[in-house]
């Protein structure tokens, strides 16, 4: 196998996180389930980071961040410097993270996208003028029962593909 693969998944991860995370929910169902819908491009972030980390380097990362400001219509950097974040953290603590049954990678995850979108409301809160609202720990709760499946499910591709 060539070794870009491994970098054509890593892109391919990443453009398919992207769209979920901008796809919207049909006009039929509730405005409240919105709420429910994970940080897709987080979790692959985190998955990448924590699974192979030197496969995704800081400016990488950043220019992820700054798109994703742009997709979501969020301050530009918000995204770009959480996600630098959460990668810094995940090259730290990766060897421990791997460690860590299912149940406790869940958890790790539910209180780092939380402590994400605690800081984007508080931002948010002081640019926009919106209001810090209880709503902000649902998308890190999604995030952390989805989690098993989205690692189970980019640890198969990356068999398949030999991401090294």
């Not at 926009?128 to 499946?149: H, T």
Request: charged share 10%; hydrophobic share 55%.
């Amino acid at each position: 196998m060539s070794s870009y693969n491994g970098t054509f998944l890593i892109l391919g991860s990443v453009i398919a996180s992207m769209i979920l995370a901008v796809a919207y929910t049909p006009e039929v169902w509730p405005q409240w389930l919105g709420w429910f819908r994970p940080l897709w491009i987080y979790l692959t972030v985190i998955f990448w980071s924590f699974e192979y980390p030197n496969r995704l380097g800081l400016v990488t990362v950043w220019m992820i961040g700054l798109l994703t400001d742009v997709l979501l219509a969020d301050m530009l950097g918000l995204n770009a410097f959480l996600l630098a974040l959460v990668t810094y953290l995940g090259w730290r603590l990766y060897e421990r993270f791997r460690m860590y049954s299912a149940l406790q990678q869940s958890f790790v995850i539910f209180w780092l996208l939380f402590g994400c979108e605690l800081a984007r409301a508080i931002t948010q809160d002081q640019g926009w003028g919106r209001l810090v609202s209880w709503e902000i720990i649902l998308p890190a709760l999604s995030s952390m029962l989805i989690w098993p499946l989205v690692r189970r499910f980019m640890q198969k591709l990356c068999s398949r593909v030999e991401v090294q």
